[in-house]
């Protein structure tokens, strides 16, 4: 079983970038699509973003295209989300979360194992 561990977070400006990294432990992680996921204080934990196997197919929210961005180094077991043009409404909890396949829907009952979470905070 695949553990996950988030790093990169952190407080920035709105306008600004984070690089958020997800390390995975364990021998799978290679046979696991992964996803991101946030959840802003009072609300549900929504989809942001997935990545399939390969790198070769990614699916976004409509809130994250054209700001985010999610890549995958298979060889260092971790995957990436770079976050630009950050708005204070992107302030919340982020999680990686690994799964069978990346598709539209990013829901999380289809992903089956969780990191713990890291913060970002975008200032206004």
């Known amino acids: 079983q695949v553990q996950l561990v988030e790093s990169g977070g952190g407080l920035v400006q709105a306008g600004g970038s984070v690089r958020l990294s997800c390390t995975a432990s364990g021998p799978t992680f290679s046979n696991n699509a992964m996803g991101w996921f946030r959840q802003a204080p009072g609300k549900e934990r929504e989809g942001v973003v997935c990545?399939?196997?390969?790198?070769?197919?990614?699916s976004y929210k409509d809130f994250a295209k054209g700001r985010f961005t999610i890549s995958r180094d298979n060889a260092k077991n971790t995957a990436y989300l770079q976050m630009n043009s950050l708005k204070p409404e992107d302030t919340g909890v982020y999680y990686c979360?690994?799964?069978?396949?990346?598709?539209?829907?990013?829901?999380?009952?289809?992903?089956?194992?969780w990191g713990q979470g890291t913060q970002v905070t975008v200032s206004s």
């Open positions: 990545i399939s196997i390969d790198g070769g197919k990614t």
């Open positions: 979360a690994a799964t069978y396949y990346c598709n539209d829907y990013i829901s999380i009952t289809e992903y089956i194992n």
